[in-house]
């Protein structure tokens, strides 16, 4: 058996040095490291106060060999901030830790791929005559935001989940909210989802979302627009982290701060009212891109704020 304590003191250090106490295990990798500074600048930079870091371990797997414990364990990681009110941020990472003899000989984060398979880039196709496969036509927001709400941190298992589940998470969330389903049965056609082996690109890729979203007619109604600021709950971001033309990750808006910037929901690394910008991230680059797309919701109110 591992010493629960042991790995509890640790976090309890890691998490000062988001508050600028203790000084740097030489467990936390220097990516990681500069990740938390970052967190911290973008705090600083949003007028935005770090109340209290709380983090939840849970071990997925333990086994033993040659006297050195490994762990597997999921941290879920609560930020408390404050701006005039106090709201929290959420993650969830998988990591692993070697252990022997009461010390930690590592602790490191499961590595995250956002890049794309070869068969995941090729051109789209025609949808021609292809007919809508459900719902009505209308986007509802709430329930949109509702779902990326209530799955951020879980895996519905009417649906896969994959190594990189971002654009699984996101057109789920698109589903719960009334968009209609396009194109089947064709992989590189429409946005679609019969069951867990039998899904477009567009369904669970974000570079091929990025392409159909703005492209798309009568089944989902997205237009880009230029800034963050202009998105509304249940809009969608997508990210090219490297800014080399392939777009990696995409997010769903859920809420948005005192100054109106969105806050968002996404899966692989499963996060909850995350700053947009994903500059704390450890695939954030000085390239990276946004596309912003705002979804027709087909009502005559205006969107939700």
């Keep these: 058996m591992f010493n629960r304590?042991?790995?509890?003191?640790?976090?309890?250090?890691?998490?000062q040095l988001y508050f600028g106490e203790g000084q740097r295990s030489h467990l936390i990798q220097e990516q990681e490291y500069q990740t938390i500074q970052r967190k911290v600048e973008l705090y600083n930079k949003r007028n935005v106060s770090l109340v209290k870091v709380y983090g939840n371990l849970e071990v997925s797997n333990l086994w033993s060999e040659n006297d050195i414990t490994y762990i597997n364990y999921t941290l879920h990681t609560r930020y408390f901030l404050k701006q005039t009110d106090l709201y929290f941020e959420e993650d969830q990472e998988e990591r692993q830790m070697a252990i022997e003899k009461e010390a930690i000989l590592y602790d490191i984060a499961f590595p995250v791929d956002y890049h794309l398979e070869p068969f995941e880039v090729e051109e789209e196709e025609d949808i021609g005559e292809s007919e809508s496969i459900d719902r009505n036509s209308g986007?509802?927001?709430?329930?949109?935001?509702?779902?990326?709400?209530?799955?951020?941190?879980?895996?519905?298992?009417?649906?896969?989940?994959?190594?990189?589940?971002?654009?699984?998470?996101?057109s789920q969330c698109l589903r719960a909210g009334g968009v209609k389903m396009v194109g089947m049965p064709k992989p590189g056609a429409g946005w679609w989802y019969r069951n867990h082996s039998n899904s477009s690109y567009s369904w669970r890729v974000a570079h091929a979302l990025r392409r159909f979203l703005p492209n798309a007619k009568s089944e989902i109604k997205a237009e880009e627009v230029s800034s963050q600021m202009q998105l509304s709950?249940?809009?969608?971001?997508?990210?090219?982290?490297?800014?080399?033309?392939?777009?990696?990750?995409?997010?769903?808006?859920?809420?948005?701060d005192e100054n109106g910037e969105?806050?968002?929901?996404?899966?692989?690394?499963?996060?909850?009212?995350?700053?947009?910008?994903?500059?704390?991230?450890?695939?954030?680059?000085?390239?990276?891109?946004?596309?912003?797309?705002?979804?027709?919701?087909?009502?005559?109110?205006?969107?939700?704020?």
């Design 139 to 170: 986007y509802n927001r709430f329930n949109a935001v509702k779902y990326a709400e209530t799955w951020w941190d879980g895996h519905n298992k009417e649906y896969p989940l994959y190594a990189n589940d971002c654009t699984n998470f996101i």
């Design 233 to 256: 709950l249940g809009d969608i971001i997508i990210y090219d982290f490297e800014g080399d033309g392939v777009w990696n990750h995409c997010t769903m808006v859920v809420a948005k």
């Design 262 to 305: 969105p806050l968002v929901n996404a899966h692989t690394v499963n996060s909850r009212k995350r700053y947009w910008s994903y500059y704390d991230s450890t695939a954030f680059t000085e390239n990276i891109k946004y596309k912003f797309f705002h979804i027709i919701d087909g009502f005559s109110n205006p969107p939700m704020e």
């Design 5 to 15: 304590d042991l790995l509890e003191r640790y976090l309890k250090e890691r998490f």
